[in-house]
């Protein structure tokens, strides 16, 4: 999608029945890439994707444009590596918590069948981030987050959040709750797979205020709107389900899930996650030329 383009804010004519249908079939082909690999197409995809029952003339347009984007770039595909995770250049620094007094009813569920754990333990790595009051109608945020594993990406989302947040800090908070939500979900499956999962989850974002309030103890509650989630990811900080971590902005590459970006910083960040597939020879365009006409 262009920069900064707002597709809830289109008013061309609505498709007549034979558009409409055409639209909703080439958006359910997009969204079933987006399962399978296409993490660089799943902002645009899930934008486009809620006007499947009023698409307008615009939004076609917009469809059509990410058809064309896949055929110039049709060999993009996942990188598979075991390896150390290699989003950043410098190393953060650890944040020491204690939430020994505040929250020391909490615990990890640990379920007794769960195999007994074989081989080396696997660091998970959780991108997160958010684009407040993106929806220029309905005035809500989006949310994206990214769950790695060593350097792997297997979870993307790219999500409109479902209540108004009056804040930066509210509606990072929530996409930080969101990321949360998915480190339980990825240790329960890592530890039925055998898994040996003992590190807490490492969970990246550009946010401080959200950083320092989900890992010093001492941090107060400024937003009562948003307690529920400041109490969730504190307990899991609490517990070790959860590590968080501050990086650079231009470093964290779940901002490819929140909003449209200009093309140097989009193929940077689609550069961080997927890569052309192992048995491509020569180039992407090279490719195209020889398989489009």
Known sequence: MTN??????DTSPLLDSIMYTEYQSLIGMLQWLVTLCRIDICYAVSSLSRFNAT??????????????????????????????????????????????DQYSYAS???DKQFPTPLGDELEVHILFDCDHAHDKITGRSISGVI???CNTPIIWKSKRQGAVQTSTYGAELCSMGAAAEEAILIRYMLRSFGIKVSKPCTMLGDNEATIVNASVAS???????????YH???????????CPAKISGKDNFADLLTKPLEKNTFMKHTGS??????NTLGSEENQMSKNYP
């Open 55 to 100: 698409p307008r003339e615009g939004h076609f347009s917009r469809v059509l444009r990410i058809w064309g984007y896949l055929k110039k770039y049709p060999h993009r595909a996942l990188k598979i590596d075991n390896g150390k995770f290699e989003s950043l250049v410098d190393p953060w620094e650890p944040i020491v918590m204690d939430f020994a």
């Open 232 to 242: 969730f990811i504190r307990e899991n900080s609490a517990v070790g389900t959860i």
């Open 219 to 229: 941090s107060p509650l400024s937003k009562k709107h948003v307690a529920l989630s």
């Open 108 to 110: 990890e569920e640990i």
């Open 273 to 278: 996650v997927l890569s052309l597939e192992a």
């Open 4 to 9: 900064k383009d707002h597709p809830e804010e």
């Open 147 to 149: 769950v790695c594993v």
